[in-house]
Every structure is written in structure tokens, then in C-alpha cells.
């Protein structure tokens, strides 16, 4: 890892806190439920690094611990992405679904 | 060359994270927002299959990373779709104690992977590494202990071996002195590993202090205050992901994750200013419970006949639907009265949904929904307010502080909060099992006023027997 990369990520960091702020302002009561189990569901991303270090499991035997690990972190952010935007998308239909067919 | 089109598709991801999160605040837009999200993540996947097919050596373990995609889709799915309407906010906090889990697990690989494989050399690479490995092992496994924890106290106890346990509340002041103790000891912790970094021994103190903090966060907090929690936990885990991000050098869970850390920030604190509550109080003071007031009045009861013979041709109802609906699983009957009503005396039949109402916003909103209450129906607080003066009839279902008078008053814990205005009505129902003294542990004078009628007993079993009284008028 090189200082550049290091300042690329910290600064990623960073403006990523200040939109995140700014994205959320008003929200009415009835979305905060929906819009907590969103976000949520999205902080499953880290599926990603899951999947990258499953990919390891049979790189010769010195990382199998970090292998299974892994695997074990790819179940649960998979059950975290899939049924937390399922979760929501029931929430919605309930509250917004039934706005619009009235 | 490659490398740029694998942060090309992690950009796109970002960008549609942001867009779902935007649209999700928004109730004509957030069904869109969701979808948003859904494909946001379903690039980042995507981009992530291709960028480690064609990585020198490809993808080795194609029977592992199947597998577990597909268990853990289908153990999401069905959990997803099987849970009640009730169960969702337990739901949502076991799914963000998972995400939070996955997040330091992928740390705890990675570090795991770094010690054994490679001879840390002090230098900027080990010190990143062993801070965000860290850092994300704490806020990981603080957020899975303490999302555990909050979702059985959003179910009120735990089965052990047949027996039902009630999930303490539990929280002396020395409790939060020995919190600041435990979080300084991971961040001494932290700096000592990064002069010995294949020490593991410091990863697993940090490992065991982290779920010991997660669990005494959420101890001492009440079941009411548990939404905003969860809310919290959320957050975390976004910030968990991000440091995860660190770790690996990876831009989209360092974008994805600081997002929903920041975002998740300003909506527990939207949500505390719904409930009229300061985050610090939330979270550092024990609240209800101790203080309580003895009760010294009594009321007696009505019965549903006498209620339904006061309902006799009423213009105008308005339900005031409370936790207690939840409880008792009552919306069914609550929708089958107000048909009853405005089939026979054409009754204008509305609901009062106040922001906190329940165990979660929102709460009342998907219940009611769930039985066909018309969407035009529910009634923001702030909207109907004016409307009691001039309604027959009252009914208030297992809802107490919501609609206490005292907060009007600016005197004890309830002064302040914005109550529906149940008490301008010619009539007042309250259906409630006893007198007893709601989440905030102040008396409701509503209930001993001359124009209320007290219904005690279970909100199911109330209005069943109202609506057999009122077939029978």
C-alpha cells in the first residue's frame, strides 16, 4: 500500500460521511422503518470482500482458517443483502402499495 | 487496463446507492429507491465475479463462493418472506447484527490471511492494516452482540428449554464509566498490536471486549427506545463495512458503508427528535421503569354494550391505534368494527397515527394496512389534531402516553412530546388491560375523566365483544 492509496481511501472516506449527512433530511415517521432496513441491506456490501476472500479457500492449505471465515461472512452478508432488501420491499408494498391502489 | 473498469463498475454501484438511499426518504419514490439499492448491489457482486475471474489465477474456490451465495440467498429469502408484520423490527436487527458479523469476519480473514502468508514488517501497510483491522473488528462484533441483544428485547424475552425468560433491562449508573474503560482498552489494544502484529492474542481480547461492549450498550435501554437502537446499530454497521473497506483497498464498501454510517446517523437522531428524546439520554440514561408513579385512583370499568349503545349513530370516529394493537393482534377486528359502523349509521371512520406509536415508526401504518385499512384513512398527527373536537367518539387501543394530557403540562418525563389530541372528544374509549401507568411511568388523567369509558381487558377480545354489541343494536 502506497501513502497515495492510503489518502485515496481516507478521502473517499470522507466525502462519502458528508453526502451520506446531506442525503438524508426530511423523512416522514411511516419511512423510517423502511428506510433503516434499506440501509441496512446496503451495508451488506461487504459481500464484496467476502467473495474475495472465499476465492482463497484452496490456495494451498495456509489459509484455509481465513478461507472458512470468509465463507462463513459470505452466508450472512448474503442473508443480509437478500432479506434486507426483501424485507423492505414487503415494507413498502404494505405502506406505499396500498396508497396507490386505492 | 482492467483494474479501471473493475472501479468503473464499483463507481456505478456507489452511484446507485446513493440515488436508492435518496429515493428511499421519499414515500412516492421508495419502492424505486429499494430497487435502486437492489441493483447497486447486484453490480458491485457482479463486478466483484468478473474482476476475480480474470485476476491471475481466476476464481479457485467456484463450488465454496457458490455455495454460499446461494445458502445465504435463500436462508435471507425465505426468513424475509416468512416473517410476520410484527416481526419485521426484530427482523431488521438480526439481519444488521449478520451484516455487522460479516464485516468483521471478512477483517478477522483477511488479517488472519495476512499473518500467516506474509512477515509483517513495521511500516504504513501494517499500520493500516492492523488499525482498520481493528477498528472493524470492534464496531463489528459491538454491532452483532448488541443487535442480538436488541431483538430479543424487541421480543420480550427468550425460550430457553421451554421456560420463557424476559430479557432484562438493566442498567446502574457505574455501568457507563466501565463503557469509556472498555472502548480505551480496544484502542490501547489496537495501538499495542500495531508494534506486535502477529500477537493475536490482542486480536482476540479486542474480539471478546468488543461483543462485552455491544452487550452492555444495549442493556440498559428500554424496549421503546429499541427502534432507535437499531437504528444506531445500523449505522455502525455501515462504519464497520467502511473500515472493512481499508483492509482490503476496496472503494465501494469504504463508499457503501461510510454512507450508511452517516446516513444511518441522521435518521436515529430524526427519530429521537420524533420521540422527543436527546440521543445521549437514549443511550446513556435508564429510562422509565425506576421512577414510576404509585397509582391512588381508581375507575371503573364499562362494558361493551354500554360502549356500542354510546356508538349508536355516530357521525365521526377516530381510532387512536397504540402498541397494544400490536400485542393483541387486533387490527382485523379494528377494520371489521369500522366497516360494522359505516355500514349501519354511515359513521366517518379515521386513524390517528402518531410518529412513535407501537415499537417501531410505522408500526401502525403496515399493521393497519396488512387489514386493508384504506391508505386515505390513517391520519398523520399533526393533521388530525383538529379533527377531535369535533368527533363523537374516541377509540384509543392499547396507546397510553401518546395520548396523555401531561405532556401538555412541560413537567416530568413525558413534558413536551406531541401528543394526539384523544381528549377533545365527546367520548373517549380506552381499551387497555389495567390503569397502569404507560412506557414513561406517568399517569394519564385521560382515564379518570367523567367522558371516558375504560374497557380493561385484552384489544382482541374488546372488540370482538364491541363489534357483537354492535350487530346487536
Request: glycine share 12%; proline share 4%.
Amino acid at each position: 500500500m502506497t501513502p497515495e492509496m492510503l489518502i485515496g481511501s481516507i478521502t473517499l472516506f470522507v466525502l462519502s460521511i458528508f453526502l451520506g449527512v446531506e442525503l438524508i433530511t426530511k423523512v416522514p415517521a411511516m419511512l423510517h422503518t423502511p428506510l433503516m432496513s434499506g440501509a441496512n441491506a446496503i451495508s451488506g456490501i461487504s459481500v464484496v470482500g467476502a467473495l474475495l476472500g472465499a476465492n482463497v479457500a484452496y490456495d494451498g492449505g495456509q489459509t484455509v482458517v481465513s478461507g472458512i471465515l470468509a465463507f462463513v461472512a459470505l452466508v450472512l452478508a448474503m442473508i443480509n443483502v437478500v432479506g434486507g432488501f426483501a424485507v423492505t420491499n414487503r415494507m413498502l408494498n404494505m405502506i406505499a402499495g396500498k396508497k396507490r391502489g386505492a | 487496463m482492467f483494474e479501471d473498469w473493475v472501479s468503473f463498475g464499483y463507481l456505478l454501484s456507489a452511484v446507485l446507492f446513493v440515488i436508492g438511499l435518496k429515493k428511499l426518504g421519499h414515500p412516492r419514490t421508495a419502492p424505486k429507491g429499494n430497487q435502486y439499492g437492489m441493483m447497486g448491489m447486484g453490480v458491485a457482486v457482479i463486478t466483484t465475479i468478473i474482476d476475480m475471474h480474470l485476476m491471475p489465477g481466476g476464481i479457485v474456490g467456484w463450488t465454496i463462493i457458490g455455495a454460499g451465495i446461494l445458502i445465504g440467498s435463500i436462508i435471507g429469502y425465505i426468513m424475509a418472506v416468512k416473517v410476520e408484520m410484527t416481526g419485521m423490527p426484530e427482523m431488521v436487527a438480526l439481519f444488521n447484527g449478520f451484516g455487522g458479523a460479516a464485516s468483521a469476519l471478512v477483517a478477522l480473514s483477511e488479517t488472519w490471511k495476512w499473518i500467516e502468508t506474509t512477515s509483517p514488517e513495521a511500516g504504513l501497510e501494517t499500520t493500516v492494516t492492523v488499525v482498520a483491522a481493528g477498528l472493524s473488528a470492534l464496531v463489528g462484533w459491538m454491532t452483532l452482540t448488541g443487535s442480538l441483544l436488541a431483538m430479543y428485547k424487541l421480543k420480550g424475552g427468550i425460550e430457553v428449554f421451554g421456560k420463557w425468560i424476559r430479557t432484562p433491562t438493566w442498567g446502574p449508573a457505574w455501568l457507563n464509566p466501565v463503557k469509556g474503560l472498555l472502548f480505551i482498552s480496544v484502542l490501547a489494544l489496537i495501538y499495542l498490536s500495531i508494534e506486535d502484529p502477529t500477537n493475536t492474542d490482542y486480536l482476540w481480547a479486542i474480539i471478546g471486549i468488543s461483543c462485552v461492549l455491544g452487550i452492555i450498550l444495549v442493556l440498559p435501554i428500554g424496549g421503546a427506545d429499541m427502534p432507535v437502537v437499531v437504528s444506531l446499530l445500523n449505522s455502525l454497521s455501515g462504519i464497520a463495512a467502511a473500515f472493512t473497506g481499508f483492509i482490503i483497498n476496496n472503494s465501494v464498501l469504504i463508499v457503501a458503508g461510510s454512507l450508511v454510517g452517516a446516513s444511518g446517523l441522521i435518521l436515529t437522531v430524526i427519530m429521537c427528535k420524533a420521540m422527543n428524546r436527546q440521543l445521549i439520554d437514549v443511550l446513556f440514561k435508564s429510562f422509565g421503569g425506576s421512577e414510576k408513579q404509585e397509582l391512588t385512583r381508581t375507575k371503573v370499568g364499562s362494558d361493551a354494550d354500554e360502549v356500542a349503545m354510546m356508538a349508536d349513530g355516530a357521525q365521526k370516529i377516530i381510532i387512536v391505534p397504540g402498541y397494544g394493537m400490536a400485542v393483541s393482534q387486533c387490527q382485523h377486528q379494528v377494520k371489521e368494527f369500522a366497516d360494522l359502523m359505516a355500514d349501519k349509521f354511515d359513521t366517518e371512520i379515521k386513524y390517528a397515527i402518531h410518529p412513535v406509536a407501537g415499537r417501531m415508526p410505522g408500526h401502525m401504518n403496515v399493521l393497519l394496512a396488512e387489514a386493508n385499512v384504506p391508505y386515505e384513512q390513517l391520519i398523520e398527527m399533526d393533521e388530525i389534531n383538529s379533527e377531535f373536537s369535533e368527533c363523537d367518539m374516541a377509540i384509543v387501543i392499547g396507546a397510553n402516553d401518546t395520548c396523555n394530557p401531561a405532556a401538555r403540562t412541560g413537567e416530568g418525563p413525558l413534558a413536551g412530546m406531541p401528543i394526539i389530541d384523544a381528549d377533545q372528544a365527546r367520548t373517549v374509549v380506552i381499551i387497555k388491560r389495567s390503569l397502569s401507568v404507560g412506557y414513561a411511568g406517568v399517569d394519564n388523567d385521560l382515564f379518570y375523566e367523567d367522558k371516558t369509558m375504560m374497557l380493561f381487558g385484552d384489544g382482541k377480545a374488546m372488540m370482538t365483544d364491541l363489534n357483537n354489541a354492535i350487530k346487536e343494536l
